[in-house]
């Protein structure tokens, strides 16, 4: 079955580093985009970044552009997120997230499946 | 970006109810709409993509509809198991903004 297991958060200073993993299984990570969400505490859910199958084509939401680099490592079946110069506003729990799947001929782009969440804590 | 607004915020209902959820975009999104149920402590469950698809697994007591920039989910005849906060989605174009949810409550 399809599994993604977030992992790498925790308590950080204002203007530290932390970076965050998504191990995949059951299924064919190659050939689907993947996406990070997060969801500060008692508040909606934020897109922070989407990866291409391939990882030629990634995108940012524009408040952490600049400070936060997505990667894939296929072979792996991993995701990752490195977050820099990190705010106290990205104190949220953070989610991967299975996107496109690269054969649909429908070209879908939802997040069908999700990791349990990893909680990043900003604070000094 | 494109701003997606719920309303309402918060519904309170009966087991045996049906309720619509709606969801406007501020500009038109085609039929790139999704529709996705989170409940307290768990990551969110999609529900419905691309307008009307129910994703598989889900029951068909759940059901959505719309094009362009308005849209809705109806659940029919509300169980137990449905109270729970539900997120729209445009997935027309990056960013991949989400409504501020919906949180459904029993009555």
């Known amino acids: 079955q399809v599994q993604l297991v977030d992992s790498g958060g925790g308590l950080v200073k204002p203007g530290g580093s932390l970076r965050l993993s998504c191990a995949a299984s059951g299924f064919s990570f190659g050939d689907y985009d993947m996406s990070w969400i997060r969801q500060a505490p008692g508040k909606g859910l934020e897109w922070v970044s989407s990866i291409s199958r391939s990882g030629s084509s990634i995108v940012y939401t524009d408040s952490v552009n600049g400070r936060f680099t997505i990667s894939r490592d296929n072979a792996k079946k991993s995701l990752f997120l490195q977050m820099d110069s990190l705010r106290a506003e990205d104190t949220a729990v953070y989610y991967c997230?299975?996107?496109?799947?690269?054969?649909?001929?429908?070209?879908?782009?939802?997040?069908?499946?999700w990791g349990q969440g990893t909680q990043v804590a900003v604070s000094s | 970006d494109i701003q997606m607004t719920q309303s309402p915020s918060s519904l309170s209902a009966s087991v045996g109810d049906r309720v619509t959820i709606t969801c406007r975009a501020s500009?038109?999104?085609?039929?790139?709409l999704n529709w996705y149920q989170q409940k307290p402590g768990e990551a969110p469950k999609l529900l419905i993509y691309a307008t009307y698809r129910l994703q598989s697994g889900v029951p068909s007591r759940f059901s959505g509809s719309g094009s362009g920039t308005d849209f809705s989910l109806t659940i029919n005849s509300l169980q137990f198991e449905d109270f729970a906060t539900y997120y729209c989605?445009?997935?027309?174009?990056?960013?991949?903004?989400f409504g501020q949810g919906t949180k459904l409550e029993i009555k």
């Open positions: 500009q038109s999104i085609n039929s790139y």
């Open positions: 997230a299975r996107g496109r799947y690269y054969y649909d001929s429908g070209g879908y782009n939802k997040f069908d499946y």
């Open positions: 989605q445009q997935s027309y174009r990056t960013s991949y903004t």
